[in-house]
C-alpha cells in the first residue's frame, strides 16, 4: 500500500525558533498534502491543503505567516512553525492524496514540544 | 472546521461484546471513512462508505450511513483487548476538494 513518512517523529524546541516538518510519499505521486493538528485526548483538525506548485490553502482561524507550507514536489510537503510558542506544542500529522482518489494516506505524526 | 459529532465520547466493553459508535455530521458528503488510532500514533484507514451506499462491511466491522439523517454507525463485532483505540469518522464534504473533517472520535477500551 501506499505509504507517507513524516520528519522528524518527535522534536523538542525553544520558545522563539522555527521548525520545519516533511511529509513524503514514498511510492507514489501525491498531488495533495493535507496537514493536521492533534491537541491531546482532541480530534485531528486540518489545518491546510496544500497542491503541488501552488499555493496552499488553509482552514479559518489558522495564520498563514505562522504556518509555512511548501509542496515543491509531488513527493514532499513542508510544514515550518515559525517562532513556535508552547501553546503550538502538539502532534502535526500530514496526509497525502494521489489524483482525485477518495483515500488519504497518513504519515505518523511529528510530536512537537516548544519548551 | 470539524462538522462532525461521535458518541459515545468513551465506551468501556469485556472482551467478546460488541461496540457500537455513532457518527453524525452536517453538510452534503461524497464519503464518509472511519480511522483508528492508538495513543499517540498515527491513523489506520478501516473502512469507507460511499454517499450512495447503506452499509458495508469489512471483517469484524459493520458500517451504516443513512444519508437522510446525516449520521453514521460503526459496529465492532466479538471485540478484543487489541481493538482498545480511538475511533474516528472523518467526512468528505461534497465539492470542498477532496479534505477530511474529522469526528471528535469515541474512545474505545476493551477489557480482557
Known amino acids: 500500500g501506499a505509504v507517507v513518512s513524516q520528519h522528524p517523529s518527535r522534536v523538542i524546541c525553544k520558545s522563539g525558533t522555527s521548525v520545519k516538518i516533511e511529509c513524503r510519499s514514498l511510492?507514489?505521486?501525491?498531488?495533495?498534502m493535507f496537514w493536521y493538528r492533534q491537541f491531546p485526548k482532541q480530534s485531528l483538525m486540518l489545518m491546510a491543503t496544500?497542491?503541488?506548485?501552488?499555493?496552499?490553502?488553509?482552514e479559518q482561524g489558522v495564520e498563514k505567516d505562522k504556518f509555512l507550507i511548501n509542496h515543491a514536489s509531488l513527493t514532499l510537503s513542508t510544514l515550518t512553525v515559525t517562532s513556535a510558542h508552547p501553546e503550538d506544542s502538539s502532534f502535526y500529522i500530514c496526509?497525502?492524496?494521489?489524483?482525485?482518489?477518495?483515500?488519504?494516506?497518513f504519515g505518523p505524526g511529528t510530536r512537537l514540544t516548544v519548551l | 472546521s470539524q462538522q462532525g459529532e461521535e458518541d459515545p465520547q468513551a465506551l468501556s466493553i469485556q472482551e467478546g461484546e460488541n461496540a457500537t459508535m455513532n457518527c453524525s455530521y452536517k453538510?452534503?458528503?461524497?464519503?464518509l471513512q472511519w480511522y483508528r488510532q492508538n495513543s499517540g500514533r498515527g491513523l489506520v484507514h478501516l473502512i469507507l462508505?460511499?454517499?450512495?451506499?447503506r452499509e458495508k462491511h469489512s471483517g469484524r466491522l459493520r458500517v451504516t450511513l443513512d444519508t437522510s439523517k446525516k449520521s453514521s454507525s460503526l459496529l465492532i463485532t466479538a471485540s478484543r483487548a487489541a481493538d482498545t483505540a480511538s475511533y474516528f469518522c472523518?467526512?468528505?464534504?461534497?465539492?470542498?476538494?477532496?479534505?477530511?473533517?474529522f469526528g471528535q472520535g469515541t474512545e474505545l477500551s476493551v477489557k480482557p
Open positions: 472523518a467526512t468528505v464534504p461534497y465539492n470542498q476538494g477532496g479534505k477530511l473533517i
Open positions: 462508505i460511499r454517499s450512495n451506499e
Open positions: 511510492d507514489f505521486q501525491a498531488t495533495t
Open positions: 496526509s497525502a492524496r494521489s489524483g482525485s482518489t477518495d483515500t488519504q494516506y
Open positions: 496544500s497542491n503541488e506548485g501552488s499555493k496552499a490553502t488553509y
Open positions: 453538510t452534503s458528503i461524497n464519503n
